[in-house]
Every structure is written in C-alpha cells, then in structure tokens.
C-alpha cells in the first residue's frame, strides 16, 4: 500500500463502505448441519445418519461454551444470508481498517 496514492486509498474505503451488507440484517455464528436418530426402535434412522438435516446456529462468547439455537427449516435460507453477510461486513471493515492505518502511518487526515 506504501505505493498507493493517498486519494486511491479513499476512493478504495469509499466503495468499500458501499459494500457494506445492511448492518441490520446480520448475524454473528456459524451455522452447523446435523443428523440425528430419533430412537424408535426399527426407524429407518437407526440405520442410516439420522433425521434432518436440522440446522443449528453456534455463537461462541469468550470463556463459555458456544450456544447453540435452532434453526427452523422456513428461516434456513434468511439465517444463511444473515451469517454470510456478517462474514462479508468483517472482511470489508477488516480492509477499511487497514486502508485508516495506512492513512495514519502517513499522517494524513483520515
């Protein structure tokens, strides 16, 4: 970035910034798939890999356990967009971020 002329560099954060997904319709996580048997004996889950899929939202918070919530099947599609978008704000912000450290180690207004 040393090479990047400074009005790059801003031109770069302003379409950055429009990148940005709605701040409102984002959601921190991973969303996990899983199969379970149900325990009726003779089901055909018993067999094989279990019902589902089932979809669980996992948020990790530091020095507990992550919590998991489930998922209904009518909100998969939504809570899958909600996540990505979260993914995609903090690679964006990530970027913008160090476009501002660039402008500071050169002193320049941010």
């Known amino acids: 970035m040393p090479t990047t002329p400074t009005a790059a560099l801003r031109r770069r ?3 950055l910034v429009r990148q940005l997904p709605p701040l409102r319709a984002i959601l921190r996580g991973s969303l996990i798939e899983r199969y379970k048997p149900c325990g009726k ?3 055909h889950c018993a067999k ?40 995609r704000a903090r ?14 180690r050169r002193r320049e207004a941010l």
């Open 41 to 43: 004996p003779g089901c």
């Open 48 to 87: 094989g890999p279990g019902h589902g899929p089932k979809y669980y939202l996992s948020v990790s918070f530091p020095g507990e356990r992550p919590q998991m919530e489930y998922v209904p099947q009518e909100y998969h599609a939504q809570t899958t967009e909600y996540v990505t978008n979260y993914q």
């Open 13 to 15: 954060r302003t379409t």
């Open 91 to 104: 690679e964006i912000l990530e970027q913008i971020c160090e476009i501002n450290r660039e402008l500071l």
